[in-house]
């Protein structure tokens, strides 16, 4: 398969977080192992406009990177012990994430996080060559379901509601693709 391209990353973040759903999340270990994850969930944030999203309070040395190209990882902590692995999507002073919510049957962006042994040094990896992680192209997937993103309540009515978070149906998670090589 082949890594996805700065036009895919270009999209807005709600475009981006949909055609996600069943690409391959690829993380190379300090060993030279491989492993492969599908995306199973997303959630985007569009912008400065988005009152759920980090660049509403405009740019600052955490959201700095939102605001290049897409095709960056955005990264940061929570609770002390949790990093969130977003994509930056959209184009230049545009700031744009979508935040991976699931991978294979790995639920919760905080687990996510875990398992693919995020830390700060992640905090603008560049996804066109990195040789850590990168998201492999796969068939778009036709069948997802939307729900209102989590943890946002502070955004206020209109923009927690958004359906924004989208979910890879069941049915076509047979079995995980995850695997070391």
Sequence with gaps: ?????????KQDAVTVAQKLLGKILVRT?????????????????????????????????????????????????????????????????????????????????????????MDKSFYSENLLDSNRIWIEDAPDAYSFKTAPRVGIDYAGEEWKNKPWRFILDNFQLKESIHKKE
Aim: glycine share 12%; net charge negative; hydrophobic share 35%.
């Design 1 to 9: 398969m082949s890594r996805l391209t700065i036009d895919f990353y």
């Design 29 to 117: 270990w300090d060993d030279g192992t491989l492993s492969q994850y599908r995306i199973t969930e997303t959630e985007a944030y569009l912008g400065e406009e988005d009152l759920a999203c980090h660049a509403s309070k405009g740019r600052t040395k955490r959201t700095d990177i939102m605001y290049s190209d897409g095709g960056y990882v955005y990264v940061y902590l929570i609770y002390g012990m949790y990093w969130m692995l977003n994509v930056v999507t959209g184009t230049e002073n545009h700031p744009q994430a979508v935040l991976i919510r699931g991978i294979d049957r790995i639920v919760g962006s905080g687990k996510v996080g875990r398992e693919l042994k």
